[in-house]
């Protein structure tokens, strides 16, 4: 099969390109037999390989802190509000005459054992702020925000939801609360 005039040009051009290393061209182009020494070293002193040099695709690099303030703001006010709620879910379960596990705290410890529900919420509300980037700004002040309100408005919010807290806490609890208001 011979090459017409109009195809041995383009293929002359094309090699041509790729000989300059001008722009569409991804590789180098070896025709006939390659001289060894040659092929193993480039210009710039780097050993050459025989495959071909294919452009380098860049990661793509993936910001979590390039999100929404708004989204992550309301995303803030969900994981604060429930890192308080699994403290006080804990709390209970852990320390209380109702919960599963009913631990006695020592005498030196005892104290402080109404702190319990700061320190786990506390630790996991640090942990989705941390993950999700909300450690500043409006985030933070909405993660912050919601993990006092749930603490502070507990009373509240067991006679709103009161099957919620029962699922999670107990029956006796949710009583004991509602009558208490």
Known sequence: MALSNAQRDGFDRRISRI??????????VHVGPVD??????????????????????RAKKVDLNSGSTMTLSILALFFGGLSMFVGQAADFHLFAAGGLVQLTPPEIIAPYIQYVPFAIGGFLALAFGWTFHMLRGIRFLALAGSFGAVYYYQAELIQKVPGL???????EFVETALAAV
């Open 19 to 28: 000989k300059k290393g001008g722009p569409n061209t991804m590789g180098e």
């Open 36 to 57: 060894e020494e040659a092929a193993r070293t480039r210009k710039k002193g780097k050993p050459a390989s025989n495959t071909v040099r294919i452009k380098k695709k």
């Open 165 to 171: 807290y029962a699922s999670f806490f107990s029956k």
